[in-house]
């Protein structure tokens, strides 16, 4: 006890710290490949409208005349200040394409992981629990197969089996709703409670649903595979069978002894699925037409604004890192066996 | 070289032999697609018309196409079958791209050790806390330019992901047998480095290289898809591919039409299940944890009166031997 607690701030700050060499790699690695590598960003997003003294001048607004080197140093001072630069295309800060399409992301991922947390949990302990059996095996299938199953499809199949409703199957809210709402804290869903306009906060929950769902699907495959094979092992335990030779009943044993052990590592797990659901979310938000980051990373693929890619993948990669390392601090607060 | 080949399936047993068996099926029947989709498909990938006659837009299956027939006027049948060509061809080119330059790195770096090895494994861990598709979109908008979209800018964007792991893995399996036994002793017997790393370390470290394989192929399906759905894959008029015609798709869905949709998806779903299937099974086969062995039924030895044991002087050996036989049974 008194050694591992001992260290925890210790562990703690390792993590913490680590983080800032592993973004300075992401960093250093995605300015290399979208700044060194393709040699001219602006004849690429504006090329062809402009004639060539033009160009020069848009290479000079953008500082892409001086030495590499320079503008590496700089890109690193102007992450550090989360400044992402300019796109080309259409000279728009990414810091704000962040500040208005990341909350769209955001309720969108913690949407899913809701949804996965609900789904996976509950089947993944029964189908441990019937190890076996008709039931076990079939939630198993079903768990290959939502992970199996690109997600693009899966979102579709359920528009094609939800649209005939009338429920809603696109973007983040009807048009009414967004006209409505005023932007305070740009995720939709909030700036409609603090206005305290309910109708509007139904239909953005509505318009969550099919898009949370799907992508909440993928992950639940993770979940039901994690948390069966984790309560299988946690029923072989010592302090389990201790539990059953007590005498205490088995719907006792498993509620108040398996259970809760088999679903520390769902923790760590989900720290594992940071990347996942973000490449699940860029594809989610394309099915569902979702004004999110990844839907505006798509937009600025197509238009081969170099800036713009080069901005929003490192604050995905950003994102991806931070959030990873928090979860594991987490995990080690929760648990104590992971500080070793 | 063909018992080399079947000899793992033969130690496999039960449930992992099943497993085994129907991944290979169903991976079987999309290289066949893949190496006869000219004879197989009723119609070229890209064919609009059959004598002259242009093909109905949309149109629901029927006897002439049996899956239907997409917004492009394409048959959706020909479509699919010409797909697992494309995606054979760039999951078979990225697996072995990132075979032949991610084994050597990571034989290399736990070979080796010291700065090296520690710069490389921070370099992939930075690279594998990527989001794998992230680094996929901007190889490929990056390839785009110089190679075009081609099938080979996709396997190249996607070896790009699958590089890390083996390195990984082949570092890993480096490090601890960089000690054994059999290493010393070739080092005893005056072998280079060169010859040690070549001869003895890669033919231990490369067993787990089938299994890792097979699993990135199924993922590489997956995010050759996902590719293909953000626009970034296979330029439409190079090749069919299932990612690509499930965006083309995209429209359709609300209005009911799921033959575009279906087909397509399916076809994803079944390889990816197939290959999925096919690295369990070898991994069951090849990782001696997993493996289940039937047991051999122990043989206990008649057991003796013990006039008879008496009469031996060598009565000690007799209760050893037995203890023994006892002991392997237990286990």
């Known amino acids: ?340 | 070289m063909l018992t080399g080949l079947i000899s793992p399936f033969r130690r496999t047993s039960g449930m992992a032999r099943w497993i085994l068996v129907s991944g290979l099926f169903i991976t079987g029947v999309f290289i066949a697609f893949a190496l006869f989709a000219p004879w197989i498909a009723p119609y070229d990938f890209n064919q609009q018309t059959v004598d002259g006659v242009k093909f109905d837009k949309m149109a629901p299956p029927d006897g002439d196409h049996w899956f239907g027939t997409n917004d492009q006027f394409y048959d959706v049948l020909s479509r699919v079958i010409w797909g697992a060509r494309t995606a054979v061809e760039v999951v078979a080119l990225s697996v072995m791209f990132s075979v032949v330059i991610g084994v050597p790195l990571g034989l290399l770096s736990g070979f080796v050790g010291g700065w090296v090895d520690r710069v490389l494994v921070f370099l992939m861990d930075s690279l594998y806390a990527m989001p794998s598709l992230l680094l996929a979109i901007v190889f490929s908008f990056l390839l785009r330019g110089p190679l075009g979209g081609g099938i080979i800018a996709a396997a190249l964007s996607l070896t790009a992901i699958y590089i890390p792991q083996y390195y990984r893995v082949v570092r890993n399996t480096t490090v601890s047998a960089r000690e054994a036994t059999y290493v010393e002793a070739a080092r005893a017997i005056g072998a280079k480095n060169g010859t040690i790393m070549g001869r003895y370390l890669f033919g231990n470290v490369i067993q787990s290289v089938p299994v890792i394989g097979t699993l990135n192929a199924a993922d590489a399906i997956g995010t050759l898809a996902a590719l293909g759905f953000l626009g970034l894959g296979i330029q439409p008029n190079e090749a069919s591919e299932w990612g690509y015609d499930l965006s083309r798709a995209l429209d359709d869905a609300a209005a009911g039409i799921w033959w575009t949709t279906v087909f397509p998806g399916m076809a994803i779903v079944l390889l990816v299940t197939g290959l999925t299937l096919v690295g369990e099974g070898l991994n069951e086969t090849v990782n001696p944890a997993l493996r289940k062995r039937r047991l051999r039924p122990v043989q206990l030895p008649p057991h003796e009166p013990s006039t008879y044991l008496a009469e031996k002087d060598d009565t000690r050996f007799a209760v050893g031997d037995r203890e023994t036989v006892e002991k392997r049974d237990e286990r």
């Open chain 1, 1 to 340: 006890m008194s050694a591992g607690s001992g260290s925890l701030p210790r562990y703690i700050l390792q993590r913490l710290l680590l983080i800032i060499p592993m973004m300075w790699v992401l960093i250093t690695v995605v300015f290399i490949l979208l700044r060194v590598a393709p040699g001219d960003p602006v004849s690429a997003a504006v090329g062809g409208k402009l004639d060539e003294e033009a160009l020069d001048q848009r290479r000079a607004a953008l500082g892409l005349d001086r030495p590499l080197y320079v503008q590496y140093l700089e890109y690193l001072g102007n992450v550090v200040r989360l400044n992402f630069g300019e796109t080309i295309s259409d000279n728009r800060p990414i810091i704000n394409i962040i500040r208005d399409n990341g909350g769209a992301t955001l309720t969108l991922t913690l949407g899913a992981f809701l949804f996965a947390l609900l789904i996976g949990i509950p089947l993944g302990l029964y189908a441990g629990r019937r190890r076996d059996t008709a039931s076990d095996v079939s939630i198993r299938i079903f768990g290959v197969i939502t992970y199996a199953a690109p997600i693009f499809w899966t979102g579709l199949l359920l528009v094609i089996l939800v649209a005939p409703t009338g429920w809603p199957t696109f973007d983040i809210a009807s048009p009414i709703t967004k006209f409505e709402v005023e932007p305070v804290t740009r995720i939709i869903l909030v700036d409609a409670m603090i206005a305290g306009n309910w109708d509007a906060v139904i239909d953005i929950l509505q318009h969550h649903v099919l898009p949370c769902f799907t992508l909440g699907l993928l992950l639940a495959g993770v979940f039901i595979r994690l948390v069966r094979v984790n309560i299988l092992q946690t029923l072989k335990d010592d302090y389990v069978e201790a539990a059953r030779a007590r005498g205490i009943a088995e719907r006792h044993v498993i509620r108040r002894h398996a259970f809760r052990n088999a679903l520390v590592p769902v923790i760590t797990v989900i720290g594992l699925q940071v990347a996942l659901t973000m490449s699940g979310a860029i594809l989610t938000e394309k099915t569902f037409n979702w004004p999110g980051l990844g839907t505006q990373l798509v937009d600025y693929l197509t238009a081969r604004d170099y800036a713009a890619v080069q901005g929003i993948v490192t604050f995905i990669a950003i994102v991806v890192v931070i959030t990873s390392v928090l979860v594991d601090v987490l995990n080690a607060v929760i648990d104590p066996r992971v500080r070793y």
